[in-house]
Structures are given as C-alpha cells and as structure tokens.
C-alpha cells in the first residue's frame, strides 16, 4: 500500500508542511458510464497532480458523485481508463484500490466505538492490535476527536461523526481521499469548520484529493482547483480565480458566482454596455451583439452616472447586495457594495461600471 | 386558554386504555385460567392435586411419557433446522437483494408473503408429492419437514429481517466498509450481521415459536412433533396433554417477551440517536 511515508501529527497549523507532500496522481479517462439509457459520465477526462485538492462542482445530476464513486470502484464504467499514479486501476474491485472515502451521509458503523471504527481499515489490513490502537488514537486526535476513542457513533453530533470518517478514511494512509459531499448534512457553521480542517489535514499529509460538492462557496474556499460539470463531462477546470474571473463557457459564467446577464455590442477588443465601453477577457469574440455578464462587484454606487431606483438591498455581512431598477424600467442589475452604504428601497442612486465583462457570448 | 396536555386525534384516555386490556386480558386469561384448574383436578373424585404436574417430572414415568420428548425433540430439532434455513437462505438473499438487486425488492416481498395467504391444509396437499421426492432424496426423516417450516416461516421471517434492514443504511455501510479494505465476506460478517442482530434473532424466535405450535403439516406428512405428540398423549393422558401444552405456550410468550425486548432496546438506541444529531 502506498503512502508509508507519511505519518499524523496532531493539530498542526496549515502550512506547516511538516511532511512533504507525497500524493500520487489520479488520471481519468474518456470514462463512459450510463444508467438506463442515460449518460451520467460522457467521455470524462481528468488529471489530477500528485498531492492537488480538487473540487468536482456542479448542479444535481451532472455526474460530479458518479465520477467519484467509479474512481473508488462503486461504479462499474462501461469505457474508459482509470489510472492512479500511472497504474490501471479501471477493473480493480473497490477493496484493493487503496482509497480513502468520506461519504454524504453518515457513514460510522453503528455498532462500534469511533476508536474501533477508526481502526477498522487497519483490521482489514492486519495489523497488529498495539500498533491499530496507536494509529487510531493518533488519527482521532489529527480531527481533533482526542477522548472520544470510546464514543458509539449515536453520542456523537454529526459533525463529530463525520470527522470520525475523516480519520477513518485517512488511518489506513491511502493513495487518494474521495470525499462524497461529505459537509452537506451538517450545519453552516460546522461546514466552514471542518471545510479548513480537511483543507489543513490535506495540505499536512499531502495527499492527492477529490472532493464533490454543489456548494459552489465550498468548492472555491478549499480546492486547489475546480472542475465545474455538467451533462456528464467537465465544462471547465482551473484555480477558484479562473473560474470566478475567467469563465470559459456561458454555463461556468452563470454557475460560478452571481452576474448581471445584459445586453451589449462587442467591437475592436471592447464591449459596451449600457453605454459604457469595457475590456473584454475573450479575445476571440467576433463584433456585433452580445450578452455580456457582469459580476456585481464590477458595478459601483457612484454620485452621477446611470440612474436608477433601489428595489431591494441586503446585508450580507461583509458586504451588501443591493438590486437596482434603471431608468428604462427593464433592467435590474445586482450591486455589491461596502455594508456602510445602506441604500434604502425607494432611493435614487447611480451606477457606474468598472472592471471588466467576466462572460461574452453572441446572441 | 391552554390545557397542560393536548390529546391527538382519539387517542383513549388513560381509564380507557386500561378498560380495553382489563378485558382482553381477562378475555385471554380465560382458557389459560381454565387449562391450569384443569390439570389440577383430582379426576372424577374432585378435588385439587399437583400429582399431574409432579408425575410429569417423575423419572419413573418416562416411559409413559416417552411419546412427549419426542415429540419434543423433534420440535425442537425442527426448530433448529428451520432457523438454520432462516439465516443461510433467507438472510443472504435479502442483503443480497438490498445491497444488488434491489428491483428485486418487490419480488422477493411477495414470495416471502405468499405462505401466509395459503392455508396449512391447501399447502399440504402440494406438499404430498413434493415429499415422496424429498423421502426419495433425504428418507423420511422428521427433520425433512423444516424444508416445508422454512415456508411457513418466511412470511414472518421476512418481515422482521426487512424492517431492520430498512432500518440501517445497508448500502453505505457496506461501500464504507468496502473501501477500508473489506472483502465482501467481511462487510457480511464484521459490519451487516452485528447491524441486523435484533432482526435476525426477532427472526428466529418467531421461527422457533411457529415450528412449537405447528400441527397440521405434520400430521398429515404422518410426522411426529410436539403438537402432534400432545394430540396422541391426549388420548391417554389428558391432564399431561394439557401441561405440555401450557409449558409451550409458557415458552412461546417467554420467545415473545425477548423480541420484545430486543426491539425496545434497537428503538431506544435510535432515539438516542436523532436526539444527538
């Protein structure tokens, strides 16, 4: 089993890299898989390099769990390879891959200790029971569970059971950890929590991860980059900044963040909008009318420029969102603006673009 | 104005309640009531004695007896059999069901079911011929008929087998498992058994408690069970008839009071459960 030279320390800070990273690369390719007739993976590619953190995101029922749960061997794929670290893995049982999961739902076995549940894989792996104990302790103590060794999976929260899968999962020191949406069952708190928790264990251990998610939030906040899917193959994979910045495909535009949709005439490098010009990110984009998308915080509340009439604002910690009806009676547009600017419904403001147009395309 | 307690729907109230089971209790007392005086009773002279109780566990009347314990036996033996049949066809299939074929679901339910909806009697004469096969095979051994109990078990078997199983995440736990490494023998044997523990032992008293009181498919295959046994020593002995009859029934309620029990303790362990989480 791979993996032998990383070793768990408890409670290191991120970045600390205490062991250098030691991942191994996970290739997919041209993977089909179909249900009934119905394409869930549609000649899917992917490479993910040794010790990255990917996030697989998209809307229900774009293949993002089935692509996890074939690289794990829980799905048989009708074509296509799976490599891990250049070894052919694709006709291998799930048993023998070597892989560490977290799933959606809780996934402890109910009638064991979180200890023993821990030390589970290494059972199954026959070491010796000294040895199960002190590695089990150590993973428990790695999620930040030191004490709960003794607990039955019914007197833990659930977010202390799935940190409990966390270690599980990572015990047995696997090649890769998949993990199935494995924060969405838990509260928005407890999510954020044990989002930067898994995001520190990866980075201390190094290993090679993927992670499905629909919370776009989640997948942008962790991974090291993000494959946005959709019908069954990726629509694009880049760093959280490509993606939000640089979106390649009207679908990533519209997935990716919140926008503006409006109307525009593209020429000689530029579009205009609303009668403003700006610069477009797409090169290639041929001149004449477009739909051009604007992220919010590319439009500002300015003492002249287009008018309009707040319709609604909200207060969103950080920031505020505020949607403003222009003059023309048929355009809202989103504003992101700083929370000391209260725009109440009803006022008058003006607005004014900047940046540039995130999205382009023909209409 | 709010009252401290609010009752749902026509849930009796508490005097009720205890009205309608003082009454079938007393209903169900009865025959219990009058089978005890009954083996109490000196005979033809009057009187109470415990000399019928008491020569029953006399070693000097085992012969006498002899019928009864093997009757006994041999219920008890087919009780075995039929819970071996029970756990090594009835359980794999299941989980194999969940876990792979779960369209099969509905299939399996209603062939589980069937049994119940076919009176003893209607079975039997299927069965006759079927026996002369099975004679031809395995002899005429009273073990052979705990292939036609594993029949008339299903229903209840399946039953209690089924709503544990709905009970656990069977698929989960088994991908986690299997993921950590486990064969599929292991997931069975370390993780789905010890899950479904109170449904396979529900299973099997319910099993053991219909083979004890199971009389028509064994008289007329012409085998000799305890019921049949109790039907025979009647005839000779009718005070004897009646206490094994009690001590089988003492028995069965015992078998019941555990599932019970087992069941009690699966639920509470669930409640704790969804209040944790």
Request: proline share 5%; aromatic share 6%; hydrophobic share 45%.
């Given at each position: 089993?791979?993996?032998?030279?990383?070793?768990?320390?408890?409670?290191?800070?991120?970045?600390?890299?205490?062991?250098?990273?030691?991942?191994?690369?996970?290739?997919?390719?041209?993977?089909?898989?179909?249900?009934?007739?119905?394409r869930a993976l549609n000649a899917l590619t992917l490479s993910v390099e040794p010790g990255e953190f990917v996030a697989l995101l998209g809307p229900s029922g774009c293949g993002k769990t089935t692509a996890l749960r074939s690289i794990a061997g829980l799905e048989t794929i009708d074509s296509g390879t799976i490599a891990i670290n250049g070894e052919d893995v694709t006709d291998q049982p799930t048993n023998k891959r070597d892989m560490g999961m977290v799933f959606q739902s809780y996934s402890l076995f109910p009638h064991l200790t979180a200890g023993k549940n821990v030390e589970f894989g290494?059972?199954?792996r026959k070491v010796g029971v000294d040895e199960?104990?002190?590695?089990?302790?150590?993973?428990?103590?790695?999620?930040?569970?030191?004490?709960?060794?003794?607990?039955?999976?019914?007197?833990?929260?659930?977010?202390?059971?799935?940190?409990?899968?966390?270690?599980?999962?990572?015990?047995?020191?696997?090649?890769?950890?998949?993990?199935?949406?494995?924060?969405?069952a838990l509260d928005a708190k407890v999510r954020v929590q044990l989002r930067e928790e898994i995001r520190r264990i990866q980075t201390q251990l190094g290993i090679t991860t993927l992670f499905v998610t629909h919370d776009q939030e989640e997948a942008l906040a962790v991974a090291d980059r993000v494959a946005v899917m959709q019908a069954g193959n990726i629509e694009q994979i880049?760093?959280?900044?490509?993606?939000?910045?640089?979106?390649?495909?009207?679908?990533?535009?519209?997935?990716?963040?919140?926008?503006?949709?409006?109307?525009?005439?593209?020429?000689?490098?530029?579009?205009?909008?609303?009668?403003?010009?700006?610069?477009?990110?797409?090169?290639?984009?041929?001149?004449?009318?477009?739909?051009?998308?604007?992220?919010?915080?590319?439009?500002?509340?300015?003492?002249?420029?287009?008018?309009?009439?707040?319709?609604?604002?909200?207060?969103?910690?950080?920031?505020r969102r505020t949607n403003v009806l222009l003059d023309d009676d048929t355009t809202i547009i989103a504003v992101q603006h700083p929370v000391r600017d209260n725009p109440r419904p009803g006022t008058k403001v003006f607005l004014s673009l900047i940046g540039a147009a995130v999205s382009v395309t023909p209409m | 104005m709010t009252t401290p307690t609010t009752r749902i729907g026509i849930a009796p109230s508490k005097l009720a309640r205890r009205v309608i089971?003082?009454?079938?209790?007393?209903?169900?007392?009865?025959?219990?009531?009058?089978?005890?005086?009954?083996?109490?009773?000196?005979?033809?002279?009057?009187?109470?004695?415990?000399?019928?109780?008491?020569?029953?566990?006399?070693?000097?009347?085992?012969?006498?007896?002899?019928?009864?314990?093997?009757?006994?036996?041999?219920?008890?033996?087919?009780?075995?059999?039929?819970?071996?049949?029970?756990?090594?066809?009835?359980?794999?299939?299941?989980?194999?069901?969940?876990?792979?074929?779960?369209?099969?679901?509905?299939?399996?339910?209603?062939?589980?079911?069937?049994?119940?909806?076919?009176?003893?009697?209607?079975?039997?004469?299927?069965?006759?011929?079927?026996?002369?096969?099975?004679?031809?095979?395995?002899?005429?051994?009273?073990?052979?008929?705990?292939?036609?109990?594993?029949?008339t078990v299903l229903p209840y078997a399946y039953r209690t087998i089924q709503s544990n199983l709905g009970a656990i995440d069977t698929n989960t736990l088994s991908e986690a498992a299997r993921s950590l490494g486990a064969s599929w023998m292991s997931v069975f044997w370390r993780v789905l058994i010890p899950n479904l523990r109170r449904g396979i032992m529900a299973a099997s008293f319910i099993s053991v408690a219909v083979v004890l009181g199971e009389f028509t498919i064994a008289s007329l295959l012409s085998r000799q069970n305890l019921q049949t046994a109790i039907l025979l020593m009647s005839q000779s002995?009718?005070?004897?008839?009646?206490?094994?009859?009690?001590?089988?029934?003492?028995?069965?309620?015992?078998?019941?009071?555990?599932?019970?029990?087992?069941?009690?303790?699966?639920?509470?362990?669930?409640?704790?459960?969804?209040?944790?989480?």
């Amino acid at each position: 089993m791979g993996g032998g030279s990383r070793q768990f320390t408890a409670h290191t800070e991120p970045g600390d890299n205490v062991n250098s990273p030691q991942g191994v690369s996970v290739e997919l390719t041209d993977i089909t898989k179909t249900y009934g007739g119905q394409r869930a993976l549609n000649a899917l590619t992917l490479s993910v390099e040794p010790g990255e953190f990917v996030a697989l995101l998209g809307p229900s029922g774009c293949g993002k769990t089935t692509a996890l749960r074939s690289i794990a061997g829980l799905e048989t794929i009708d074509s296509g390879t799976i490599a891990i670290n250049g070894e052919d893995v694709t006709d291998q049982p799930t048993n023998k891959r070597d892989m560490g999961m977290v799933f959606q739902s809780y996934s402890l076995f109910p009638h064991l200790t979180a200890g023993k549940n821990v030390e589970f894989g290494l059972r199954m792996r026959k070491v010796g029971v000294d040895e199960r104990k002190e590695r089990a302790a150590k993973a428990l103590s790695m999620v930040g569970l030191d004490g709960h060794f003794d607990r039955y999976s019914h007197e833990l929260s659930g977010g202390q059971q799935q940190r409990v899968a966390l270690a599980r999962a990572l015990v047995t020191e696997p090649r890769v950890l998949l993990l199935d949406e494995p924060l969405s069952a838990l509260d928005a708190k407890v999510r954020v929590q044990l989002r930067e928790e898994i995001r520190r264990i990866q980075t201390q251990l190094g290993i090679t991860t993927l992670f499905v998610t629909h919370d776009q939030e989640e997948a942008l906040a962790v991974a090291d980059r993000v494959a946005v899917m959709q019908a069954g193959n990726i629509e694009q994979i880049g760093t959280p900044e490509d993606l939000y910045g640089r979106p390649q495909t009207p679908f990533v535009a519209e997935f990716i963040g919140l926008g503006n949709r409006l109307a525009g005439v593209a020429a000689a490098g530029e579009v205009e909008v609303l009668g403003q010009k700006l610069p477009l990110l797409q090169p290639n984009v041929a001149d004449g009318p477009v739909r051009v998308l604007l992220r919010p915080e590319d439009v500002e509340l300015t003492s002249s420029g287009m008018p309009g009439t707040v319709i609604s604002s909200s207060f969103l910690g950080s920031f505020r969102r505020t949607n403003v009806l222009l003059d023309d009676d048929t355009t809202i547009i989103a504003v992101q603006h700083p929370v000391r600017d209260n725009p109440r419904p009803g006022t008058k403001v003006f607005l004014s673009l900047i940046g540039a147009a995130v999205s382009v395309t023909p209409m | 104005m709010t009252t401290p307690t609010t009752r749902i729907g026509i849930a009796p109230s508490k005097l009720a309640r205890r009205v309608i089971l003082g009454i079938v209790g007393f209903l169900f007392a009865i025959p219990i009531l009058a089978m005890i005086e009954f083996t109490l009773r000196k005979g033809l002279v009057g009187g109470y004695t415990f000399d019928h109780w008491t020569g029953l566990f006399d070693p000097a009347n085992a012969s006498k007896y002899d019928v009864v314990y093997t009757g006994l036996v041999n219920s008890l033996m087919l009780a075995l059999v039929t819970v071996g049949i029970v756990l090594f066809v009835l359980l794999p299939t299941m989980v194999l069901v969940q876990l792979k074929f779960p369209s099969l679901r509905r299939v399996l339910e209603f062939i589980c079911i069937i049994p119940i909806t076919v009176p003893a009697i209607v079975l039997v004469v299927g069965l006759a011929p079927v026996y002369s096969v099975v004679a031809r095979i395995f002899g005429s051994s009273v073990w052979t008929l705990a292939f036609a109990y594993g029949i008339t078990v299903l229903p209840y078997a399946y039953r209690t087998i089924q709503s544990n199983l709905g009970a656990i995440d069977t698929n989960t736990l088994s991908e986690a498992a299997r993921s950590l490494g486990a064969s599929w023998m292991s997931v069975f044997w370390r993780v789905l058994i010890p899950n479904l523990r109170r449904g396979i032992m529900a299973a099997s008293f319910i099993s053991v408690a219909v083979v004890l009181g199971e009389f028509t498919i064994a008289s007329l295959l012409s085998r000799q069970n305890l019921q049949t046994a109790i039907l025979l020593m009647s005839q000779s002995d009718p005070y004897v008839a009646v206490i094994i009859a009690l001590l089988a029934l003492a028995f069965v309620f015992l078998l019941l009071l555990l599932i019970g029990w087992a069941g009690a303790a699966g639920n509470s362990r669930r409640t704790q459960n969804r209040e944790t989480t």
